[in-house]
């Protein structure tokens, strides 16, 4: 595993800046990967990890950096559940761990550093100093990757009945004989809707090739 500020530099020119949210999340994922014994995560050992975040925040990136997990490559799995956590996963042994940032470092950093004005620097400095049991806690967890969601996976492309788009993954559902993607299988629930006077062409499904990447 690299240094901290060998790091923290990569997670500053992947997320654009450095910030305490980016202290916490090489820090957090350096912990993870010492308590499941991953000791090279993005070379010998980028196989054996699977991530879950649980907040789309600065920390997110920096655990991105230190583990190599990537929504692409499918090992960085995203929960949207507003907390500042992440569960590491090594898939060679099955042990899980979830670790999450403590409300208390806050008013910590305060105590350590109440000269710094500005939270940000305040937070910075202080969350590369204090240690682990200060900034984290810790719960090993069991945690189930099936088969369908692990990284290398290769399932069944099919096109949705209502909309003629690809599916990947078998995110659809069966409606009267019919398998919809989600978003035609719950439109309510889109996060997107057609702009008004547009019209949208008909996707068409692409069974050409595809990444075997794993």
């Known amino acids: 595993m690299e240094l901290l500020d060998e790091l923290l530099k990569q997670a500053e020119v992947a997320h654009g800046h450095l910030c ?42 920096a655990i991105g950096v230190v583990t190599g997990c990537r929504l692409g490559k499918r090992a960085l799995k995203f929960r949207d559940w507003g907390k500042m956590a992440a569960t590491f996963v090594d898939l060679g042994t099955g042990r899980a761990i979830r ?4 409300e208390s470092s806050k008013q910590r950093a305060r105590e350590l550093y109440p000269e710094i004005a500005d939270k940000n620097k305040q937070q910075m400095k202080a969350y590369r100093e204090m240690d682990d049991g200060e900034l984290f806690g810790e719960q ?14 290769k399932g069944e492309r099919v096109t949705c009945a209502a909309c003629g788009e690809g599916i990947n993954y078998e995110r659809f559902e069966e409606r009267g004989g019919e398998r919809l993607c989600l978003a035609c299988a719950h439109p309510e629930q889109r996060y997107y809707r057609p702009a008004s006077g547009e019209t949208v062409r008909e996707a068409v499904s692409d069974s050409g090739s595809r990444c075997e990447c794993g």
Do not use: F, N, S
């Open 99 to 102: 670790i999450v940032a403590l």
């Open 20 to 61: 305490a949210g980016q202290v916490l999340g090489v820090r957090m994922a350096m912990l993870g990967c010492r308590r499941l014994g991953i000791e090279e995560p993005r070379g010998a050992d980028r196989k054996r990890l699977v991530t879950y975040v649980e907040i789309d925040r600065c920390a997110t990136d």
């Open 140 to 153: 090993w967890v069991d945690v189930e990757v099936g088969p369908k969601e692990m990284p290398g996976y």
